[in-house]
């Protein structure tokens, strides 16, 4: 049974940046669609943005223009490169490739 796990995430300014990594164990990642969601408290999780297996990335019009999702196969890793956060983007962020969640990693965006 694969696993994922998610790191980066902290609490920034609006503005900031932030990358956020899911690391898959025990299953090869690139061979699926993985996306990233979020969860903010009281909200149903959303997607934000995902990858093919071809590598082709969609995002949602939240993460338009603002993040981008990349992997690198070698590390078994998926990334999601978040630039000028908003308020609005904090939640709880998690992988996912259809069957398996992480145990997420939180985004706090505050002044």
């Known amino acids: 049974q694969g696993r994922f796990v998610e790191s980066g995430g902290g609490m920034v300014q609006p503005g900031e940046s932030l990358r956020l990594s899911c690391t898959a164990s025990?299953?090869?990642?690139?061979?699926?669609?993985v996306g990233w969601f979020r969860q903010a408290p009281g909200k149903q999780r959303e997607l934000v943005a995902m990858?093919?297996?071809?590598?082709?990335?969609n995002y949602t019009n939240s993460a338009k223009d603002r993040f981008t999702i990349s992997r690198d196969t070698a590390k078994n890793t998926v990334f999601l490169q978040m630039n000028s956060l908003k308020p609005e983007d904090t939640a709880t962020y998690y992988c996912?490739?259809?069957?398996?969640w992480g145990q997420g990693t939180q985004v706090t965006v505050s002044s």
């Open positions: 996912n490739n259809g069957v398996i």
């Open positions: 025990g299953l090869i990642l690139h061979v699926y669609t």
């Open positions: 990858i093919n297996a071809d590598g082709d990335p």
